[in-house]
Structures are given as structure tokens and as C-alpha cells.
């Protein structure tokens, strides 16, 4: 295996672009390192992208969201006040994966990039409506967060490509967004079942909703009929209801070690109502 | 074989080491820094008893890299205590037996340390969720949690 | 005359609570565990394992191996003895595979070399041709006509003839006749019951260091329960003499039971004699959990009768225990530990051990009792339910006290049952009011606990201070146990005490630190080592004073005149006798060796509040409080801990612990991430009642306390946990969705 550390975006690109073999980009390491443990993925070249200038840093973008360098780790997205206050689903849902130890080290871009059904901060990020910046020998482009992986451990990225950046988009005026997770445990499990909402109310009822799905398909699941669902409504009992059946019936899981396809299926219309209540109440928040 | 030159801080101290880009900054700790106080017990984040800090910023050993450390400022458990004084936290968990076996003892303690720094006055709630990531099998970590909020106490009154 | 320093009131000592001699090395970071050592030209060794349940091994090339740079050598079966059987047979069979790969996880070959990762790249380089066989890993399936045979001819003579040759060991025990008993029941309930295999999860995974030269003379390091043990199994692993290994006990970072064994040691003393040079072998985190010792997994069959006032009529318990690839599962222990809290007139209880395609159990904590309780302490829960019967008064009502006959034979010497029972109803827990969504659950266990051959030696140094040298490894304190109980009988300072972890060749034989023996066995021969030196001490006081030595007695650390008779001597402190010991006769040590039989046994009760997400089946325990009768408590602190740390295992067991095998009978979860052991904030304090009912073999009337603390466990927060969701929870783990599987059926049905 052979570790470089280049000092710019150009260089690694070059780097992964002329790479044989198996390449993998490093900057928590908290996925890449327990698959060269376990003997999963023995990188042949293995990219640190964390010298690269910028990479630490979460920035206002111009057009008020946010800007999150890729070695952005949990750890430090959860001590930014404003970036807590705009988007407390994206950074609890970040939060939530692994120990202290691992905050302190995992990012949300390689969170994005490992490719799991599990991933916490996916959906979340995709209810947000983040954009990941996709950098490659043939230059920059904005994808989509939930156009990056396409099946499990499988991203859209081709040979050469790295995302260089993640971006929120600005939170705006009666937004709220959560996420929420079953696992069996209180802390250190993977997800059995994820889901992201994002909300815009103006009074009560609801203008803009997003729900997104973890671990219930391949892919995380992005709900588009819990717009329809909830729109022009306020978050009574019958619309939380009509959310949880949507979030049932957009669930194509597996059986597996952490949970059945009933078990996932029937936790993920809980887990809807209940994040989308904290989102409501987050979104009816911001205009007190 | 081709090993990376790496310079770096331990307990600081300047040290340099070789290593293969494969090792783990625990591998590099343990086998060629002689500092077997961190430990593997799982080498998959999931346990804690690597536990060291990287500039302040509490991690596991075993998900980082020997060739990271380049130019870091490393914290372990064979630094926690200022010469012949312990730290309260060592203190308290002798007199609390807020350890049996001691394996996950120097983890907690990097880990404990790191939060008391940062949050003087947990609650009971935050201090089990702080020591998620630290497994500790004998304990059932009562112990553990009453030495930890006693010490915070003592260091309150104390500054 | 012997001196006799029993007690049990009185003590100066005994009954504090100091801090532990190894505390400053364990909180500093040099206590040196099973992977901290180190040695000039040391090689680091991997293990090849079968990534199959079941197979045949047709071939095994190392060739690629052997031709890599920095490895210095291979071992497989063929570098090991030839010829061992019975249960030493057994170990070689399960560190080396012969013919064939019993387990996922089975080492079938090893290798050394100048680096970890150049050892762990030769491993991967080994190619093993296997011709897959039918695999079986449930205890049930692996009983049933025409399940693939693990091994041919492995059953003894207690397996009744005509059962499948996977059972290889057959219990039964009993006394009355319990259909007549049934009768007399105004309530039988019959229940099933089924327990996952789970594992110790000591945080410290299995390493040692080991040298072997041509010559047949060895040094082992290593992190054991029991060294003398090791040093006996590896000599005939590796067909060398026993004296010539001399083998030394690191601190242990956990074992629960796990550690009574040998799974790697041979391994790196074959690599050491072929390289001829010292090997470091360290098991990963994934071989820990493929190939230790987890515990056997249960399917159980439970029947109590009871009559309306609470009375216990007659109970009758199946059990059958699966523990891997090679006989040994506990079965006997379960079937003993299930009724033995109750005084019964008519109880029957047979116990099946059953081989299957899975690693080779091992103890741990009290192995074989908390599925018991699970069982037959759910049977009672619901027993008491139905008949509206408190569960406290209803279990005093048929408790087991002193001279009641045991569901197992004997009769019942001092117990403790009782007084924790009253302990537990007098609890403020007992009466505290519940939440809406909480339920409680009470359960009671017991342990037999053990004595077990045991040598001690302690010397006097000139100034007077102690070292104590015993032979079982310090697993959770027992050297501020030890120190305490040289401190009581010499009558000097416990900080004047030290306690050594002796290696084999300093003492004679200990056997392994298990069946809770430490305090109570090494406690009993360190008192006898200490009664030993002083009445050394007083013989050399005696000789000073010209007077006969019975006229001279020991007293707060000196030698004092037994009377006027005697005659007026000033009192001789321990360090003047010591000062001049040389000139007087020598050294003064004492020592001790024998196999103590007085091990008292130990019941607990347990009290346990859970409450239960209805909604995604998600259980939290919410508050618990362990009572259990320790005899007496050494050193407090640490047997609370021993309290705590029993409660907390039992609580991973109870609710999310597993071991989970694919239809390919592979281990599917042999990691701390899906193994799911009870983290920090899953847990709530765990509130302790030491109940001290002296036991009479034991010169201060202690009793173990390590192992009765998980045998309630299981079943009290089964019964909580019942309580809360409003339906019986049969089988373990309660995870959520067999908790939401049970309320949809309840509805249904």
C-alpha cells in the first residue's frame, strides 16, 4: 500500500487518476482503516487529503448555506453553534455515528463516500438537500448528495474523482430539519433503520417536506410522495399516519443480522412520525 | 519494503520513528515507541481501550495511521500524570476501584480527561455517553461513573 | 498446637476498604497485560483459520508462505504431539484441526515472522483445499435423526443408547415422583425455553510470548485464568516436561472463564522450537469471537406445579446444551443450578451436552446456571402472575435453607437464600412505585462456587514486612483481598503486605482462578501461610524468652507471654523477630498446600425495573439492585464490583448479546460492533446489598462472589421485562423485534 499526502486537489486527482489497483481517499479513516483491519479493502494507494488547504474548514457560502471541507470531522460539525442552530438533523445525524474517538475523526463526506445503506448522515443530507462538489481530471462538478452512491459500498464517483467539498443549502426562514435512528443499543450500533426530515411551515401548516430513509434499500430511500403527503396540511395525527404508511411502503429491505424486513419496514413508519414531529416543532421554532 | 520517516509529539516529547504505511499510530505507539499503556481490543473503533488524543482531539488509535501523526501532538495514558503526582482522575479511580481488570483503564482515563477538559461540570448522562465508545466488561461501569463525577467535583473546587 | 485465627466478627482488616496494591500500575499505563511483552528477536505469528463450518481438509500448501521474506516458520498439525486423548486431545484437536475443520474460525495452520504484517500477509498465502461436509449449529436441529455427525465415537457411557451420536454426554438427577406431585398442584405451567451462545467479552484478546528450545526447555507468557494449566496442557501438546515450561501469568485483562483454557499458547511455543526463536502471538478481535470459548446455547424445557398459597409441588427441567465441536458443555451444571434455589419434595431434571459445528465452549461465569434460571425463574414469575402471589414471599415460602435436601441430592449446609430474599423485599426498590410502561422482575440464582488445589508462600523480610506469593492470577482485586487477610492473621499494616502473581516454577500446583475460588481458596491458604510464619515467629520468641513455645501468643503484629505463668517479657514486635532472623534460625516463611473442600455456596436475588418502547420494542433498564450473600466481604469495594460487573453481563445476555450464524454456519458477528455488549449509557447504576451469612469452610467465612451475580440476571429482567410489555419473552436476546414479535402475536392470538 502506498500513502501519499498531496497539497492540493490537482495533485491527488492526478494521483487517483494514474493510480493502479485499488485506491481509496483518506480522511477520517474510520472506514477505510477497519476494512484494511479486517482485510475487507487493502488499498493499493491510499490518498490523505488532509493537508489540502481548506479541507478542516465550514464556511457561510454566499448564498447563506453552508460549505463543509471534506476532513470536516462529527466532532467539529457539532461544536459550530450556527451550523448546529441552521441544520441540527444533518449534524445529529452525523453525530450519531460511533463513539467520541470516532467523531473526532469521521466525516460526513467519507460517511457519504463508504457507500453504505446504513449511513446516518445520508439521509439527512439529502433531506437537506445537500450538494457534494465532484472533482476529476476533466474538472469540478455539483452532484446531488443523493446521486453519490449507487449501491451498497458503490459510489457514482469514476476513476480519478473525488468530492471536494459538501454544501447545505441556506436553511431560510421556517425550516426545521431531524433525524432519528433505531438501533438496539443507546450508542455504538449501526442503523437498523434511519430517517431524515426537513420541513418549511409557515404557521402551521406545512409548505416544503422532504423524508429520506436509511437503511431500508440499497440506497437511502428518498420519499418524494411525503410532499405530497403533507403539504397545505399541519402535522395532525392523520397526516403523521399518511407518513408513516408512505415511509412503509418505500421500504425494500433485506433480513439480515441487525434486523428483519417486518421489523425495519414497521420501525420505519415510527421513526417517520417521530422525526417528523421533531421537525415541525423545529420549523414552527424558528419563527417565535 | 518502504517505510515513511515520521517526526512527531508524544506526551511532548519529540520522536521519530519508520514505519509501513499500513500501521496503525496504536501499532507504532505499542511496537516501536515502547508505550504499551493504549491498547488493542478490537482494532475496529468499537472498544476505546486504544484511546489517545491527536491535538487535543480524542481518537482511537487503531483508526489512525502511524504516517498521520506526522507533526501531531499525541496524548496517552503514560502522560497523564505530572511526575511523581497523579492526575485526580487517576487518584479517584484507585480509590473508587472504578476498575477490576485494568485493560480499559487507560482508555477511560485519555477519554475522561479529554471530556473534563472540555465539559468541567457534566452530568451522569453526558459522562455514559462521552464513554460510549469505551467498553468496559467487569465494571458495569457504576464505578467508573461515580469516580469520574467525584473527580470533576474535586477539580471545580479546586480551580 | 495449630494457631486458629477463624473469626468472623472482629476483624481490623478484613471488611476495609484500601486501595488495591496494582492500582498505581493500572491507572499509569505499565501494567504489563498479555500483549506487553516484549523480547530480544522476537517474531510475531498469525493463525490460518477455516472459513468453514464443516470440512475436510484435503491439503494444506504453505509453500508460498515459506518462500516469503521474514518468515521463519510454519507449523501445522504435524509439528504437534501424536497420540493425546481424552480432554487434552480434545485442546490439540481445537488449537490445530487434523482431518477436518470443525468450525468457522478453526486454526488449521500458523505462522511466524519478523513482522505482524508480514506474518499476516503469509497467512493469506497459505492455500487449504477443504471438501465441504453438512454442518449443523443448533442445539435442537444437531439432536434430530439424520443431522451431520460432528464426530463419530466422541459420546461417553452416561449417552443412553440409541440417541444421535452429536449427544456425547447424558444427566439426570432427582428425588420424589413428580407426576404425584403435579397432581397435588392446583397450577402446573410447562414451558419452553431457547438461550443464544454468548461470549465472555473480556476486553484483553488472548495473547502470549512464548520461547522453546530443541532442548525441551520453555518460557511462556501469557494472559490466563490458570497458568498452571497451561504449563500442563502445552507440555503435552508439545510432548516436553511440564517442569522444563515455565509459564508466567500476565495481568489479565478479563476472562469470566474465557481464560481457563489454551487456545493459542501451544501455537507459539511450536513456532518458537521451529524458528528457535521467542513468538508473539496476539489474537484479533474476530478470532476471539470465532475461535475462544463462547458459552453453550440452550433449548429448555421447564414444568413447576404450585399450589394456590405458593407452595411448590413438583419441578421437572429439560436442558439441552450445545457446546461446540467437542463435548464439555455444562449440561450437568444446568440441570443441578435450576431447582437448587427451592426446597422440593419432587423434582427431576436431565441435562443433554450436544456437539455441533461451532467453536469449543468454555466456562464462563457460572457456567450452565443463568439459562437455568431463565427457565425455571420465568416458570415461577408466571406461576405467581396467575395465582396473584407476591414473587418474593412466594420463593421464601419454598426457599432452600440450612439442612433441606437439595434438587440435586445433598443437604444444605449454612445458606444465605433467605436473608437475601428479606433483603431484597425490605429494598426500597422492592416497593417503589413503577412508571406506565415499566415493569419489575425478581428472579434468584445460585453458584456452587469451588475450592481447589492450592499452594501459597509467604516470607518475612528483616524489617518485618510481608510478601505474599500466590498462584491464582489477579483478576479483579484479589491482591488487596490477599494483602487484607496476611494483614488480619500477622497483625502488621496492609501497605506492609506485597502480593505477588508467583510464575510455575515458584510455587507448586494452583489450579485455574475459577468457580469464584480465589478469595475463598487463595484467601483460606494465605491465612494458613500467615498462621504458618507466625507461629515461626512465636517459636523464636520463645527460644529468646527461654520459655516453651505455647506459652508464647500472637497479638496486633506482636509476640506477647501467654500469662504470669509464662512469665514478664516485653511483647517482641514482628520486626525485631524479623531483624535477627538470620541469626536465629534462618528465614522465616510460611506456606501452605492443600485442596480446600469448604467453598460455600451462594445465592442471589436480584430486582430489576425495565421499561419497554412499545412502539419499536426497545428495552432500557431503568434501575437494579443485586443482593447476594458474599459470607463474608473482604474488601467491600470490590465485591460490589464483582456484584456489578455480574448484573451488567447478564444484562447484555438478557437483552442484545448474540452469537448469530448464517445458513453457511458462519459466524456473522464476530465483532464488538454487531456483538453488542451493554455500553455506558445503556446502563443505570447498579445498586448493591452485600448479605454476610459466614461460611463455615473458610477459616473468616468468605464465600465466592464472582459467579452467582450473573445467574439471576436472564431471568429477573426477562420477568421485568414481561411485566412491561405485557407478554411472556421466552427466548434470549429480548432484542426489539422478537419483543414486537411477541406483542403482535399476543394481539393476534
Known amino acids: ?288 | 519494503m518502504s517505510k515513511t520517516h515520521v517526526t512527531t509529539k508524544v506526551n511532548g516529547d519529540e520522536v521519530e520513528f519508520l514505519c509501513d504505511p499500513r500501521e496503525t499510530l496504536l501499532d507504532v505507539l505499542r511496537d516501536r515507541l515502547n508505550l504499551t499503556g493504549a491498547k488493542e481490543g478490537c482494532g475496529t473503533g468499537d472498544c476505546g481501550a486504544c484511546s489517545v488524543t491527536v491535538d487535543g482531539r480524542l481518537v482511537c488509535s487503531c483508526l489512525m495511521l502511524g504516517v498521520e501523526a506526522e507533526g501531531k501532538e499525541i496524548g496517552t495514558v503514560e502522560g497523564i500524570a505530572t511526575g511523581e503526582e497523579l492526575h485526580p482522575l487517576q487518584r479517584k479511580f484507585i480509590e473508587y476501584a472504578a476498575l477490576q481488570c485494568g485493560i480499559c483503564t487507560p482508555g477511560i482515563l485519555v477519554a475522561t480527561k479529554a471530556l473534563l477538559e472540555r465539559t468541567p461540570d457534566p452530568t451522569e448522562e453526558q459522562v455514559r455517553y462521552w464513554l460510549a465508545g469505551n467498553l468496559c466488561r467487569c465494571t458495569g461501569y457504576d464505578k467508573i461513573i461515580r469516580a469520574v463525577m467525584d473527580t470533576a467535583a474535586e477539580m471545580r473546587e479546586a480551580s | 498446637m495449630a494457631l486458629d485465627s477463624s473469626k468472623t466478627t472482629g476483624f481490623k482488616y478484613v471488611g476495609t476498604r484500601p486501595d488495591r496494591p496494582d492500582g498505581l500500575d493500572k491507572v499509569t499505563g505499565r501494567a504489563k497485560f498479555g500483549a506487553d511483552a516484549y523480547a530480544p528477536g522476537m517474531l510475531h505469528a498469525a493463525i490460518k483459520r477455516s472459513p468453514h463450518a464443516h470440512a475436510r481438509i484435503v491439503k494444506i500448501d504453505t509453500s508460498k508462505a515459506e518462500a516469503m521474506e521474514g518468515v521463519k516458520a510454519v507449523v501445522t498439525r504435524a509439528d504437534f504431539a501424536t497420540g493425546i486423548e481424552g480432554e487434552f486431545g480434545n485442546i490439540l484437536e481445537n488449537v490445530m484441526a487434523g482431518e477436518k475443520a470443525l468450525y468457522d474460525g478453526h486454526a488449521v495452520a500458523a505462522v511466524a515472522a519478523t513482522s505482524a504484517l508480514i506474518a499476516r500477509d503469509a497467512v493469506k498465502a497459505i492455500e487449504v483445499e477443504y471438501e465441504i461436509l453438512p454442518h449443523v449449529t443448533d442445539v435442537d436441529a444437531a439432536m434430530q435423526a439424520g443431522a451431520p455427525v460432528i464426530r463419530e465415537g466422541a459420546a461417553d457411557s452416561s449417552v443412553p443408547e440409541g440417541l444421535h451420536p452429536n449427544i456425547v454426554r447424558y444427566y439426570e438427577s432427582g428425588h420424589g415422583d413428580v407426576e404425584a406431585g403435579f397432581a397435588e398442584a392446583d397450577l402446573v405451567i410447562e414451558d419452553h425455553f431457547l438461550t443464544e451462545a454468548t461470549h465472555q467479552g473480556y476486553i484483553e484478546p488472548h495473547a502470549c510470548l512464548g520461547t522453546l528450545g530443541t532442548d525441551g526447555k520453555g518460557e511462556l507468557w501469557c494472559c490466563t485464568q490458570g497458568h498452571w494449566y497451561v504449563q500442563k496442557v502445552c507440555a503435552a501438546l508439545l510432548d516436553v516436561e511440564t517442569s522444563q515450561l515455565r509459564v508466567t501469568a500476565s495481568e489479565i485483562g478479563g476472562g469470566f472463564g474465557g481464560k481457563t483454557t489454551v487456545f493459542i499458547e501451544p501455537v507459539a511455543l511450536a513456532l518458537s522450537r521451529k524458528a528457535n526463536r521467542p513468538v508473539k502471538l496476539v489474537m484479533t478481535r474476530a478470532e476471539v469471537f470465532k475461535a475462544s470459548g463462547p458459552t453453550s446455547s440452550t433449548s429448555m424445557d421447564v414444568r413447576i406445579g404450585m399450589k394456590k398459597d405458593g407452595t411448590i409441588t413438583a419441578a421437572q427441567g429439560t436442558f439441552r446444551l450445545q457446546g461446540g465441536a467437542f463435548p464439555g458443555a455444562p449440561c450437568e451444571m444446568t440441570a443441578m443450578c435450576a431447582f437448587a434455589p427451592y426446597d422440593l419434595k419432587h423434582v427431576h431434571q436431565v441435562g443433554y451436552d450436544v456437539m455441533t459445528n461451532r467453536p469449543k465452549q468454555a466456562a464462563y461465569r457460572a457456567p450452565g446456571s443463568p439459562m437455568a434460571a431463565f427457565a425455571v425463574e420465568s416458570v415461577i414469575d408466571e406461576l405467581c402472575n396467575k395465582l396473584g402471589l407476591d414473587p418474593i414471599d412466594t420463593r421464601l415460602k419454598n426457599a432452600s435453607r440450612e439442612g433441606t435436601r437439595a434438587s440435586f441430592g445433598p443437604k444444605w449446609p449454612r445458606i444465605g437464600l433467605v436473608e437475601t430474599l428479606e433483603a431484597a423485599k425490605a429494598h426500597p426498590h422492592y416497593s417503589a412505585p413503577l412508571k406506565p410502561g415499566q415493569g419489575r422482575g425478581i428472579s434468584c440464582g445460585f453458584w456452587f462456587n469451588h475450592g481447589g488445589e492450592t499452594a501459597v508462600s509467604l516470607a518475612l523480610s528483616e524489617d518485618g514486612s510481608a510478601q505474599v506469593a500466590v498462584g491464582t492470577p489477579d483478576i479483579g482485586g484479589s491482591r488487596a483481598s490477599m494483602a487484607l487477610m496476611a494483614a488480619e492473621v500477622l497483625g502488621i499494616p496492609y501497605e506492609d503486605i506485597r502480593v505477588t502473581i508467583a510464575d510455575t516454577a515458584t510455587l507448586g500446583y494452583n489450579e485455574i482462578s475459577h468457580g469464584s475460588r480465589v478469595t475463598y481458596a487463595s484467601g483460606l491458604a494465605t491465612i494458613k501461610a500467615a498462621e504458618d510464619a507466625v507461629q515461626k515467629l512465636c517459636a523464636r520468641a520463645a527460644a529468646k524468652w527461654g520459655i516453651p513455645e505455647d506459652a508464647v501468643y500472637w497479638e496486633d503484629g506482636y509476640a506477647k507471654p501467654s500469662g504470669p505463668n509464662a512469665g514478664e517479657f516485653e511483647p517482641l514486635h514482628i520486626g525485631d523477630i524479623t531483624a535477627t532472623m538470620g541469626a536465629t534460625g534462618g528465614p522465616i516463611c510460611g506456606h501452605f498446600e492443600a485442596t480446600p473442600e469448604g467453598a460455600g455456596v451462594s445465592f442471589a436475588t436480584h430486582i430489576v425495573d425495565a421499561e419497554v418502547d412499545p412502539e419499536t420494542g426497545k428495552t432500557s433498564v431503568v434501575r437494579y439492585t443485586v443482593v447476594q450473600d458474599a459470607g463474608k466481604a473482604v474488601h467491600p469495594t470490590y465485591v460490589e464490583g464483582q456484584f456489578q460487573g455480574g448484573a451488567a453481563q447478564g444484562i447484555g445476555w438478557a437483552l442484545n448479546e448474540e452469537y448469530i450464524y448464517g445458513e453457511d454456519g458462519r459466524l456473522q458477528n464476530a465483532g464488538f460492533l454487531d456483538y453488542r455488549i451493554p455500553v455506558a449509557s445503556d446502563l443505570p447504576m447498579i445498586d448493591t446489598v452485600i448479605v454476610e451469612v459466614p461460611n463455615p469452610g473458610h477459616p473468616f467465612g468468605v464465600r465466592g462472589v464472582g459467579e452467582t451475580s450473573i445467574c439471576p440476571p436472564l431471568a429477573a429482567i426477562a420477568n421485568a421485562v414481561s411485566a412491561a410489555a405485557g407478554v411472556r419473552m421466552r427466548q434470549l436476546p429480548m432484542r426489539p423485534s422478537r419483543i414486537l414479535e411477541a406483542l403482535e402475536s399476543a394481539v393476534d392470538g
Open chain 1, 1 to 288: 500500500m502506498k500513502y501519499y499526502k498531496p497539497a492540493t486537489f490537482e495533485e491527488a486527482v492526478a494521483l487517483a487518476a494514474g493510480a493502479d489497483g485499488v485506491t481509496r481517499i483518506l480522511a477520517g479513516g474510520t472506514d477505510v482503516l477497519v476494512q484494511l483491519r479486517s482485510d475487507i479493502v487493502t488499498p493499493d494507494t491510499l490518498i490523505d487529503i488532509k493537508a489540502i488547504p481548506g479541507t478542516h474548514d465550514i464556511t457561510r457560502t454566499g448564498a447563506g448555506g453552508w460549505r463543509l471541507g471534506v476532513a470536516v470531522t462529527g466532532a467539529e460539525m457539532s461544536e459550530h453553534a450556527e451550523l448546529v442552530r441552521d441544520w441540527p438533523g444533518v449534524v445529529e445525524a452525523m453525530d450519531l455515528i460511533g463513539s467520541t474517538q470516532v467523531q473526532g475523526r469521521a466525516t460526513p463526506v467519507g460517511n457519504l463516500c463508504n457507500a453504505s445503506p446504513a449511513a446516518d448522515s445520508v439521509p439527512a443530507m439529502i433531506a437537506a438537500g445537500a450538494v457534494a462538489t465532484v472533482t476529476g481530471p476533466d474538472g469540478s462538478r455539483e452532484v446531488a448528495v443523493e446521486e453519490i452512491p449507487v449501491s451498497p459500498g458503490k459510489t457514482s464517483l469514476a476513476k480519478g474523482e473525488m468530492i471536494t467539498a459538501l454544501t447545505l443549502p441556506p436553511r431560510g426562514e421556517n425550516g426545521g430539519d431531524a433525524y432519528l435512528r433505531f438501533i438496539p443499543r443507546t450508542e455504538m450500533d449501526i442503523a437498523v433503520v434511519g430517517c431524515g426530515v426537513n420541513l418549511r411551515v409557515k404557521g402551521d401548516v406545512i409548505t416544503e417536506a422532504h423524508m429520506v430513509l436509511g437503511a431500508v434499500a440499497p440506497t437511502a430511500v428518498v420519499v418524494h410522495a411525503a410532499a405530497d403527503a403533507l403539504v397545505g396540511r399541519t402535522l395532525d395525527d392523520d397526516a403523521l399516519q399518511a407518513l408513516a404508511d408512505l415511509a412503509e411502503a418505500s421500504c425494500n429491505p433485506i433480513d439480515d443480522k441487525r434486523g428483519t424486513i417486518k421489523f425495519r419496514t414497521h420501525t420505519a413508519g415510527v421513526l417517520a412520525r417521530r422525526a417528523a414531529q421533531i421537525a415541525y416543532t423545529r420549523a414552527k421554532g424558528d419563527q417565535a
